[in-house]
Every structure is written in structure tokens, then in C-alpha cells.
């Protein structure tokens, strides 16, 4: 039996599934994604350029020309570097379609352990890297008296930061979540149809800012990620986080997934082997486009 590496269809299903898999989806699509370079096996360059600004022309003389731009490639590590393997019995398996099977086995592991995972790791890695650069949050206990004002204070200092305001996303806990819905004096619009009596009350859009639920086990600001992942005994919960896409990268390297044929140092079983190279980084130029809210 020839062996399978599964790595680049493995890889390419991930990439499909992570902007709708993972509750913090958006900032594996984020475009920076498509602009990073890897050197290496876990090393990726980030593209940075600065330009210079407009002067006053002249009718009378011909300025002089030189460069007015500098271009540099910001490098960065991935340090967390990940595996997982199961034994795999020969009667579990369909012989004919070694990749679907693949795929079947590893559809429970991912929804249950990479994903959450991946969530936990994005949302305080991105914290860790922000309050590194001296950033603070916001320390306050959210309810349905202040998630707007708190809300607004933190719309107001992106866009003093010159932040683009198209693209901003709000990842808030259930309880949050539930604030927003239960707010006084906030305007909803109701769409009632023919036929149907079911009224939503989620709100997916705070003021053109795309609004996301997380569940609050995820909004942690330390996990231990030693066996699978779990929340820090020193963390603290986060309410809310207020981020455009375009100031973290996520980059992900598959550098082995594969299924190997049943021999006798397996005991006649499959042996199905994954490892990777996953990060999160913020872009120091563009910190200004995330904020968190935490309990204090």
C-alpha cells in the first residue's frame, strides 16, 4: 500500500473550514494571510512600508527627486508547535479511501480539541502580545447600564487612531451578549414575515461592527496548553474584544499529516500522525486596532 500524506488536503480543508469553524474565524481571513512570506519551516516575513509625506511645488524650478518610501519585511517565529496521533484499527477504516477516512476521524478531534484550542490560543496569545507592548485593558464588570458606553469609548479611541472603521469586529461572552439584548433605549428594528411567529433578538451588528459570540470558557486571558488546552489558574475573563482583522496574522504550516499502513510494530493497527506550526502576531504598526474589556 503506497503511504498518504495527507498534509496539503488536510491543510487546504482546514483553510476552508476556518472562517466559519472557529469563533475567531475572521482573523484566519484576515487579508495579512495572504501577504506573508515563509523562509523557513517556521519563520514567516511580514511585509511593512513607510512613505513619505506631500511637499509644497514649485512653477519656477524642478524639485529634486529621491526615494520616498522605505520597504522592510517584519520576520516572525511560530512557536507553537503542535501534534496529535491516534492507532486507527483496521475494521474503523475504509480501505478504499484512505483520505475520507482521514477526514472522518480527524472531523470529531477538531471540533472538539483543535478548534476550541485554536480559539483559546488566538484570543490570549493577541492579549498576551498587546499588554507586552504596554497596552492596558479596560478593567470593568459589563452589564446592560455600560456595554454601550464602554462600547462607544472604545469605537471613539480606534477611530482617533485613525483605525478603519469597515472591517471591525466585536467578540463579546454570552453574558455580554445578553446585556446587548436587554439594554434600555437601544433601537431595534423587527422584520415580521407571513407565516412565521419567531422573533430574534441576537444583535450581529452593533453600529456597523460585526458582533460575535464567544463562549466565555474561550475569552480567557492565560490557557495551559500542555495536554489539549485548559484555563490558567491565574486567568482573568475577558468581556470583550474589539479588533480589526488586519492587525494580527495567523499563519499556519502543515508540515506532516499522514496515515501509515498497518505493520508489526504497530500491532497491526493504522498509525495516523498530524504535527504543525501555528501562531498568532499582532502588527506593532497597526496595535492601535485592538482593545479588550476585562473583569477586573
Not at 219 to 225: A, G, I, L, N
Amino acid at each position: 500500500m503506497a503511504e498518504l500524506n495527507y498534509a496539503k488536503v488536510y491543510s487546504s480543508a482546514l483553510a476552508e473550514a476556518f472562517p466559519t469553524s472557529l469563533h475567531f474565524g475572521a482573523l484566519y481571513a484576515t487579508p495579512n494571510n495572504g501577504r506573508y512570506r515563509f523562509t523557513g519551516g517556521r519563520t514567516v516575513e511580514l511585509p511593512t512600508l513607510e512613505v513619505g509625506g506631500r511637499v509644497d511645488a514649485s512653477r519656477d524650478a524642478i524639485e529634486s527627486v529621491t526615494r520616498n518610501f522605505e520597504n522592510s519585511w517584519e520576520e516572525k517565529v511560530l512557536s507553537h508547535q503542535r501534534c496529535w496521533s491516534t492507532l486507527v484499527h483496521p475494521k474503523d477504516i475504509d480501505e478504499t479511501n484512505l483520505a475520507a477516512s482521514i477526514a472522518n476521524i480527524t472531523a470529531v478531534y477538531n471540533s472538539e480539541q483543535k478548534f476550541p484550542e485554536m480559539d483559546a490560543y488566538t484570543v490570549s496569545k493577541i492579549y498576551a502580545d498587546w499588554t507586552a507592548e504596554g497596552k492596558a485593558p479596560i478593567l470593568e464588570t459589563v452589564n446592560s447600564g455600560n456595554v454601550l458606553s464602554i462600547f462607544d469609548s472604545l469605537m471613539q479611541q480606534m477611530s482617533e487612531a485613525r483605525v478603519p472603521a469597515t472591517g471591525r469586529v466585536l467578540y463579546v461572552t454570552p453574558p455580554v451578549m445578553t446585556a446587548l439584548k436587554t439594554v434600555e433605549g437601544i433601537s431595534r428594528t423587527l422584520s415580521v414575515q407571513s407565516g412565521t411567529s419567531s422573533v430574534s433578538r441576537t444583535v450581529t451588528v452593533l453600529d456597523g461592527v460585526s458582533v460575535v459570540e464567544v463562549p466565555s470558557v474561550l475569552m480567557k486571558t492565560k490557557y495551559d496548553f500542555s495536554n489539549g488546552w485548559r484555563v490558567a489558574t491565574d486567568a482573568k475573563q475577558i468581556h470583550m474584544l474589539l479588533i480589526h482583522p488586519e492587525a494580527v496574522v495567523t499563519p499556519v504550516s502543515y508540515q506532516f499529516a499522514r496515515l501509515d499502513p498497518p505493520s508489526a510494530v504497530t500491532g497491526g493497527k493504522y498509525v495516523y500522525y498530524e504535527e504543525s506550526f501555528e501562531d498568532v502576531f499582532i502588527l506593532k504598526k497597526k496595535i492601535d486596532g485592538i482593545a479588550f474589556v476585562v473583569e477586573p
